[in-house]
């Protein structure tokens, strides 16, 4: 890209979102730990001159993100730079402005810098540091701090450690992510490497990162921190880099005298940019202004423009589309005597119109769109607009950006909208409008849709789960039975899981999240949300009210195709299958455990009273207590009552912590043990991998399902 003088110039005003494309990351330069020893004292800082220079002010506006204006914060961390380098007595420290006006009552960006520079050299600055905060519309996930110095061949290697310095403390004393050292030809640092001086530019954090702007911007104790290890930075420099008795130093090399007035300004450029003709040539050495000449077409004949110190200009005059014609000569004072080079060759172009390109928008997270754009040189600021799909209207987002891009967080999730930026220019309190940009395409915002997971039995009631949603500040939980139409609000929760412990047991019920996000005190609904939901059920207990009869349980068993085996049980009280159904109700009865599950088990368990494995049918032992596997038979029980009395209290021990069913009873369990009260009141934890205590009855994961799904049969007949 050919060089653009303004460009150039409002990078380091506007620098903020420039970093990220930035040069690469000086990995070894200025990153030495330079911190004093404890014997050092501040002897060593003597006669030192720190220019602070806060970035941007009231007229050269700065970024501005999430309601903060980066010209108000760079002065507050400025002036707490400022606070903590004035408690060193041999430092005398500057501000390049300590309000928020300009200083200086310039109407440009480019005049703005160049009277920081000479205000540095004016004060005799030896040290000069540059507050900015960074920006990166496009990239809103940027985070962390970096520090500039000059791209300059001359660019002192102080600046490097000075930069190493500051950067080092801002990565340890407050936290930020270190971007690392970088170089770039800004102006304000381009100023102090011509000065001899060592000068740096930071960029703390990101205004358009939340986190950046939460975690160190949103308070005044946050933003002292920042001034605070800036200054502790330069502290660090100073003392590894005491003042010497003459900062001149001794030139004895002597150059080669230039004849200017033989001397051509060669390879004018003069290119359209912006809202402006933008104009640079090479440099000359040792030169005391260049003069810019215009062609005047009404009085035909050649008039002087300007007057710079700098191998650039910009024209600011020309209305949209008009042509100017320039050539450029240099000139020297010399002994009471002005010197002149000769003429450049001609120039010409066309003022810009001011027109936005690659303008482009994009959904970002949750309800944010992210528009972003090539800045437009001379541009005071842009007016961003948003047209609603379906709709003819277009609504000014905002007037106050002022630089390549903009987050507007006032969309809805989901929607479809588009975009459209024009620049402006302000001249005598005046808007002069650049040409609007062709509006994007529209494109749908993040939907802020939660992805339902799963729902887990849990300990007190239904957990629920869920796939996290980027920024969201927190859920809000929702469910329905089976047959409700309209969806309850049950909690909120800034977690990915919610357990309602409110849900009635053996109760089925169908949950769904909706996300929102808080920023700076306004809440941002998700617009969508799972509408399906995930299922859950809350645990069938095994404590309670039998819901079968004795004919549903015979008739269960008959439905099998398998044999009641009287013949056997006729032995030990029970001639019939009904009889032995019978004496299974009345034991659960006077228990309190549901008489199906303990049917259920019991035809799980013996094949329905089939056997044919370690316990034999004569042992009346239909749950398999005491039976190991390997042949271990298990236990025995005098008759189906007492085999079915075993079962039912060890049941009763996993159902409940209460002792009190335990008076006037005998226990006939062999297994009874402490260890497993109320260790799996619900049937699903009979299964020791669902079982949250680790305990249960059986192995097999699926072992509560099972029966429950027997159980649902036999409700059924």
Sequence with gaps: MKKKLLAGILAACLFAGQGVQAADIFNTIGTEDTTTSATQTDESISDMVVVLDPG?????????????????????????????????????????????????????????????????????????????????????????????????????????????????HLSSDVGLKSRGIKRANYYVLNGAADANIPGVLIEHCFMTNEDDVDDYLSADSRLKKLGEADAEGIIDYIKANPKEADDSGDDTET?????????????????????????????????????????????KKWKKLAQTDDSEYAD??????????????????????????????????????????????????????????????????????????????????????????????????????????RAYRTVDKKKLWGKSAKPTDFFQTASGKVEMKKSTLVKNGVQVN????????????????????????????????????????????????????????????????????????????????TSVTVDQMVAYYEKSGKKYPSDVYSGYGADTLEDFCRIVYDVCGEYNIRAELVWAQICKETGYLQFGGDVKANQCNFAGIGATGGGVAGNSFSDVEEGVTAQVQHLKLYATSDKDWEEDVTIVDPRYNDKIRGKSILIEWLAIPSNPYGSGWA??????????????????L
């Excluded at 009277?115 to 962390?144: C, Q, Y």
């Excluded at 940019?273 to 050495?285: A, E, P």
């Excluded at 192995?699 to 059924?716: F, P, V």
């Design 56 to 168: 941007h002010d009231a007229s050269h506006k700065g970024a501005q993100y999430f309601d903060h204006a980066e010209e108000k914060d760079t002065l507050k961390i400025a002036t707490y730079c400022k606070e903590k380098l004035e408690e060193y007595p041999g430092i005398t420290v500057y501000m390049t402005r300590e309000s928020a006006p300009c200083a200086f009552g310039v109407s440009t960006s480019g005049e703005c810098l160049k009277k920081r520079v000479s205000f540095t050299t004016d004060k005799g600055g030896n040290i000069f540091v540059s507050f900015h905060l960074n920006a990166a519309p496009s990239n809103p996930e940027a985070t962390g701090a970096e520090v500039y110095y000059s791209k300059k061949s001359g660019a002192s290697a102080k600046s490097a450690s000075l930069a190493g310095d500051i950067l080092r």
């Design 255 to 299: 150059e080669e005298k230039v004849d200017l007035a033989t001397v051509k300004v060669d390879n004018l450029s003069v290119e359209t940019d912006g809202f402006f003709v933008n104009l640079s040539w090479d440099d000359i050495d040792d030169v005391t202004a260049y003069q810019i000449y215009k062609y005047n077409n009404t009085e």
């Design 316 to 421: 600011t005059t020309l209305a949209s589309g008009e042509s100017g014609t320039y050539k450029v000569r240099a000139i020297k004072k010399e002994n009471g005597t002005t010197i002149k080079s000769k003429f450049s060759a001609k120039g010409s172009a066309v003022a810009g119109n001011g027109q936005v390109t690659e303008l482009s928008a994009a959904a970002g997270a949750f309800n944010r769109s992210v528009i972003s754009w090539e800045e437009v040189t001379g541009a005071t600021g842009y007016k961003v607009s948003r047209q609603d799909f379906g709709s003819d209207k277009w609504k000014t987002i905002t007037t106050t950006a002022t630089e390549d891009g903009f987050i507007d967080e006032t969309t809805k999730c989901g929607k479809l909208y588009r975009y459209k930026v």
């Design 466 to 545: 869920w796939t996290k949603k980027q920024k969201a500040s927190a859920y809000i939980v929702y469910r329905k039975a089976d047959k409700e139409k309209k969806w309850t609000r049950i909690g909120k929760t800034k977690d990915v899981y919610f357990v309602d412990d409110t849900a009635e047991w053996e109760h089925t019920y169908t949950y769904t999240v909706k996300a929102y996000r808080v920023k700076l005190g306004k809440k941002y609904m998700a617009s969508e949300y799972d509408k399906t939901g995930v299922t859950g059920k809350a645990g069938t207990k095994i404590e309670g009210k």
């Design 699 to 716: 192995a097999a994961e699926n072992y509560g399902t099972q029966l429950i799904t027997m159980i649902e049969d036999m409700r059924k």
